[in-house]
């Protein structure tokens, strides 16, 4: 089975502070993507790749960055966190031909809390 | 631009009890559509997913949705609910050859024992 290791289940980040979250897939998906989940607003497109050193923004990109050096890795980094970026992120990894529609495959996520 | 809307943000049904979760997109040309599941505490999964064909599709665990291109719907139905289902529920959306996935606000059912 595909895995998508996200590093972090919980993380705890004071205001101004940069934060990096990791996402690492194991079955050599030309496509990686960030969402974060917030109660009633389901989940929303931040950035996303479809090949190493490649990004596309999302719906919401402002506050973000990424990173993708290798095809595995895909890094999501919040260049000054700020309290209205506390939510749960997920990461996804697909192939690229019809991607979605051969289905995501999310990690678990990562609950970010900035205090 | 494309979205996706779930009608029904909170549902509490009792065991056995038929369940339809409703679900609209807005893109009118090609689209494959999805539903997923999230039960407490684990990632999101794949319940079901139509491209083309049958406008009727089965997925897992007794689950089916209905696609209605005219009324720009895909429908999320099992006709017995369990307490196992307690879940959130994400309509999603991909169109064309982005791979990009729309979601929908998302459907918390709680199935009461």
């Known amino acids: 089975d595909v895995k998508v290791t996200q590093s972090s289940r919980y993380l705890v980040k004071r205001t101004g502070e940069k934060v990096f979250l990791e996402c690492v897939q194991d079955m050599d998906h030309e496509n990686m993507f960030w969402y974060r989940q917030d109660p009633g607003l389901g989940l929303r497109l931040i950035y996303f790749?479809?090949?190493?050193?490649?990004?596309e923004k999302g719906d919401i990109p402002e506050g973000y960055s990424v990173s993708r050096e290798k095809k595995e890795r895909f890094s999501l980094i919040l260049e000054s966190a700020s309290t209205n970026q506390t939510s749960m992120y997920l990461c996804?990894?697909?192939?690229?031909?019809?991607?979605?529609?051969?289905?995501?495959?999310f990690g678990s996520g990562t609950r970010l809390t900035v205090v | 631009a494309q979205s996706v809307s779930q009608h029904n943000h909170h549902v509490i049904l009792s065991e056995a009890a038929s369940l339809e979760l409703g679900c609209n997109y807005s893109y009118g040309g090609t689209v494959n559509l999805f539903w997923y599941v999230q039960y407490p505490g684990q990632h999101l999964q794949l319940l079901l997913k139509y491209f083309s064909g049958d406008p009727l599709v089965k997925g897992i665990k007794g689950f089916e949705a209905e696609f209605i291109k005219s009324k720009f719907s895909f429908n999320l139905r099992k006709p017995s609910v369990q307490w196992s289902d307690t879940a959130e529920y994400f309509c999603a959306s991909c169109s064309g050859n982005t791979g990009k996935l729309i979601f929908g606000q998302g459907t918390t059912l709680q199935v009461k024992p």
């Open positions: 996804a990894s697909s192939l690229r031909a019809q991607g979605a529609f051969r289905g995501y495959t």
């Open positions: 790749s479809y090949d190493v050193k490649m990004k």
